[in-house]
């Protein structure tokens, strides 16, 4: 039971448009979010989170969106650069402070030049 | 400035051999974490420590055991390696805190044949 879904196993974009992942969860107790990043024969890095107290989130070109009536959240990336181009995963953890986190299967983002 | 260290890098295995992999951690946190990662399946927990001589199973334990004798460092160990864990193996760390954000090593490439 695949309780975090990211739905797009890949997704192009041009390099300068936006960028937007998409993550579902199933689980109503997740209460925090997180964004990694994955570069290949790297280890994922830790990109971005957001608590759901909040339904949005910025850092500089990235900036997390959580709609917790649908269960959903999404990453969006702008200006969209070539060194953007990873594998990004979504996690979900539960009761802020929880050890566990539970990881979506990963989107696979391209920047074409 | 190492952060995680997974050992070793790369490792082929026949099946029904054993091996441990090593996973250290410089930055004195607290919870460790294995997990496998395989094609269109993310990320799933094996086994984690919330801190020295503790441990715990993940999702995915079987076929699996973990050792935490020293805070710093994280053992996996397969003891009758079956051609199923042919996989990618990611240790990661996190400190103790409401945020948990987890610090990956580069991984472990596992075959066995």
């Known amino acids: 039971d695949q309780q975090v879904k990211q739905n797009s196993p890949s997704l192009s974009v041009q390099e300068g448009r936006i960028s937007i992942l998409n993550c579902d969860y199933t689980?109503?107790?997740?209460?925090?979010f997180l964004w990694y990043k994955k570069y290949p024969a790297e280890g994922p890095t830790f990109l971005i989170s957001i608590s759901s107290i909040k339904d949005k989130n910025e850092d500089g070109r990235f900036t997390v969106f959580l709609n917790k009536s649908a269960k959903h959240l999404s990453l969006h990336i702008v200006p969209s650069q070539p060194g953007d181009s990873a594998v990004y995963f979504c996690?979900?953890?539960?009761?802020?402070?929880?050890?566990?986190?539970?990881f979506g299967t990963g989107t696979r983002l391209t920047i074409i030049p | 400035n190492a952060g995680v260290t997974q050992t070793p890098k790369f490792r082929v295995l026949k099946t029904g051999q054993s091996m441990t992999l090593l996973c250290a951690q410089d930055m004195n946190h607290e919870y460790m974490y294995w997990y496998r990662q395989d094609p269109g399946m993310g990320l799933r927990l094996i086994h984690y420590?919330?801190?020295?001589?503790?441990?715990a199973k993940g999702e995915v334990p079987d076929g699996y055991n973990v050792s935490r004798l020293k805070k710093q460092n994280f053992l996996l160990g397969l003891e009758s390696a079956a051609p199923s864990q042919t996989s990618v193996y990611f240790c990661?760390?996190?400190?103790?805190?409401?945020?948990?954000?987890?610090?990956f090593g580069a991984g472990t490439r596992l075959s066995v044949l």
């Open positions: 420590s919330v801190g020295e001589g503790t441990t």
């Open positions: 689980n109503s107790m997740f209460d925090y």
């Open positions: 996690a979900a953890s539960m009761d802020f402070g929880n050890e566990k986190l539970t």
């Open positions: 990661a760390s996190s400190p103790m805190g409401y945020e948990n954000i987890q610090y």
